[in-house]
């Protein structure tokens, strides 16, 4: 008799993460990738250089600490402001009913 359990299924951890580019949501480290790039390639300027190294820097540094707090950050932030019509905050004894 083995210890096997028929109903089990293995799920490899990898499937099951997120997906982080350089510690940052996927999504918008390309997005910031393409807005500094535009900076530094399409401007052709020393300035527009530093520029964008400077909101890459930055921006990178907030979206890694956003993914810390939450790596879904983006997809639960639109969630969020999506829904927040339907969900009033009513935590009152006195609060009227909501209507359907």
Do not use: C
């Not at 997906?19 to 300035?47: D, H, N, P, T, Y």
């Not at 520029?51 to 969020?80: K, P």
Request: net charge positive; charged share 15%.
């Amino acid at each position: 008799m083995s210890n096997f359990d028929d109903n089990a299924v293995p799920i490899h951890s990898s499937l099951n993460r997120p997906m982080l580019v350089l510690g940052g949501e996927r999504k918008l480290v390309m997005m910031l990738g393409v807005v500094s790039g535009v900076f530094i390639v399409s401007l052709a300027q020393v300035w527009a250089a530093i520029l964008g190294l400077a909101i890459w820097v930055t921006g990178q540094y907030f979206l890694t600490r956003a993914a810390e707090y939450d790596t879904q950050l983006s997809q639960v932030a639109s969630r969020h402001f999506k829904y927040k019509k339907q969900y009033l905050s009513s935590a009152t004894p006195f609060a009227g009913q909501r209507e359907m």
